[in-house]
């Protein structure tokens, strides 16, 4: 990393890409520019296990299952592409009537690829993974096995990055399109009779920016830039639509060799519309067969939300070393105050601390699209030590990162969402592990005399802690561990809140360099107002791996 200051972009990428994501992009730059050497590491396996889940509270059920599954985990590093992915099926078996039968994929992957060297790249990136659905809509990862509320959810993006100069102006162009889809059960319902909860089904992103400027110095005193870009996301539930169409100018005034302020000004227009449901002789919603609402597309769009005309922010930005980044940002967005920055830090080259603020307006797909931009390109992906489900958390190089606050709601309802985000982690010999927490709030916006009117303006809060870690015991055996803590406080009439807590972890032995025997225990618990007992259970697992 070079100790100069970006061009002014990072104002362009937060808006047009709904977060901030100059961290990354830079990031991704520099694995293309200075890596030369190629490495590329593969590593397949297969594994067969006994598991035993026991009901502690309310009741005192015992099941067992026999889990067999078979994954990679695979990294490629060099000067034109990289990215990472770990990937694993898993197939649980069960017994007798109540048998827990079920079939998960679950995985992560970023990488990118380039096309014109130091001008044009396409990155992508990936997500499947379980989580449960409570009747306040807040999901919570890593179900049990054969948990009636269990969904899964699955999103992907890909797009190409154009980063290239005329001169002394600096030109930078992005897009992106994005998929993401929620299977979840047919309803969720809190109690016999209540109305079912609007799960989000699926949406298709589309984001497009572009940036000219130039940097300080290079040739003015100051840098200057102009830039813009569009976001639609259209999400299934009811033909909702978000719609961000933005175009402004942009300063950056050095101050001193490390920090500089920066500002901009332009014009916004955003709007959020969608249909009504179906309606019965008694005006009642249609609920199709799995469970959601079913769309009336004979009736006109609605608003639900607009904003158009000026918006402006200023802020700084410092950075007084190669592992030293702060911006921050202030000013006026979606007719009211807005916030946003990034943090990072590098005490060493064994641990790192990121933080970022965020402010924007979509649905469920458009957040965890943005999410998995914002992923490092190399990691090493956090699993549950039992069930070998993926836990939201990634670790490497460029710390960890984790998508639990963006995975903590699936209700289908666009939002404005505001938080915060940090992670901590580092690598200390054979130990690499990490923290991440975060808060967000989520604020639904829903068109009057739709089916969704009553969720306009309810709030929903979520907090969330996640940590992992792996470490190597000499050369024959190893240790995981994870925990997690997520509260969801919705603000939805009878939903109340949602506690989930739950700790696993697992200890492998070499028996030869390619097998290896594993042990792991669990326990979990979940306290929701919606439902109406409580529930915690313990598991254990015993079984074998093979590595190829």
Excluded at 198 to 212: C, I, L, P, R, T
Aim: charged share 20%.
């Amino acid at each position: 990393m070079t100790r100069t200051f970006l061009a002014p972009a990072c104002a362009i990428a937060a808006l047009a890409l709904a977060a901030p994501v100059c961290a990354q992009q830079t990031a991704t730059e520099e694995a293309s520019e200075g890596r030369g050497d190629r490495r590329v590491s593969v590593e397949p396996y297969i594994e067969a296990s006994q598991v035993l889940v026991a009901e502690l509270s309310p009741g005192d059920d015992t099941v067992t299952y026999t889990q067999v599954a078979a994954g990679v985990d695979a990294s490629v590093t060099g000067r034109n592409n990289g990215g990472s992915v770990s990937l694993r099926y898993e197939r649980n078996i069960g017994y007798g009537d109540d048998a827990l039968d079920s079939d998960t994929l679950s995985g992560i992957a970023r990488g990118y690829a380039t096309i014109v060297p130091r001008a044009l790249t396409v990155e992508g990136g990936a997500l499947a993974a379980r989580t449960r659905v409570d009747g306040n809509g807040g999901a919570t990862l890593n179900p049990l096995v054969g948990d009636d509320s269990e969904s899964r959810v699955y999103s992907a993006y890909a797009g190409p990055n154009l980063h290239t100069s005329a001169g002394d102006v600096e030109i930078n162009a992005n897009y992106r399109i994005g998929y993401t889809r929620v299977e979840a059960p047919d309803a969720v319902v809190v109690t016999p009779g209540a109305a079912p909860v609007d799960v989000f089904d699926e949406s298709v992103v589309h984001a497009a920016g572009f940036h000219v400027g130039t940097r300080p110095g290079e040739p003015l005193p100051v840098g200057l830039g102009v830039g813009g870009g569009w976001v639609q996301e259209d999400v299934s539930n009811l033909d909702q639509r978000v719609q961000d169409r933005f175009v402004r100018a942009d300063v950056q005034v050095p101050v001193s060799r490390d920090l500089a302020l920066v500002g901009g000004v332009g014009y916004e227009d955003v709007e959020v519309s969608s249909r009504d449901a179906v309606r019965d002789a008694d005006g009642v919603p249609v609920v199709g067969s799995d469970g959601r609402f079913v769309t009336d597309d004979s009736v006109p769009r609605r608003i639900a939300y607009e904003a158009n005309g000026l918006i402006w922010d200023v802020g700084v930005m410092w950075r007084p070393s190669t592992r030293t980044a702060l911006e921050a940002h202030v000013g006026r967005r979606y007719d009211s105050t807005t916030y946003y920055g990034t943090f990072a830090w590098a005490p060493n080259s064994r641990s790192s601390v990121n933080v970022a603020v965020y402010d924007t307006i979509s649905g469920f797909g458009g957040l965890l699209n943005t999410a998995l931009a914002n992923l490092p390109i190399q990691f090493t992906a956090a699993r549950n030590a039992l069930s070998g489900d993926f836990t939201g958390c990634v670790g490497g190089e460029e710390g960890a990162s984790c998508l639990a606050g963006v995975l903590g709601s699936v209700r289908s309802a666009v939002f404005r969402s505001r938080g915060i985000a940090a992670s901590y982690g580092v690598q200390l010999g054979r130990i690499n592990t990490g923290v991440g927490a975060g808060y967000q709030r989520r604020k639904f916006i829903a068109a009057p005399g739709t089916v969704l009117a009553s969720a306009n303006g309810v709030v929903d809060e979520a907090y969330w802690v996640s940590y992992y870690l792996s470490a190597q015991l000499g050369r024959n055996a190893g240790f995981d561990a994870n925990a997690y803590a997520s509260r969801i406080d919705s603000g939805f009439v009878d939903s109340g809140e949602v506690l989930a807590l739950g700790a696993s972890a697992a200890y492998r032995r070499a028996i030869t360099d390619s097998l290896s025997a594993r042990a792991a225990v669990a326990i979990d618990h979940l306290d929701s107002d919606a439902a109406i007992e409580n529930y915690t259970s313990a598991s254990a697992l015993l079984g074998l791996r093979y590595d190829f």
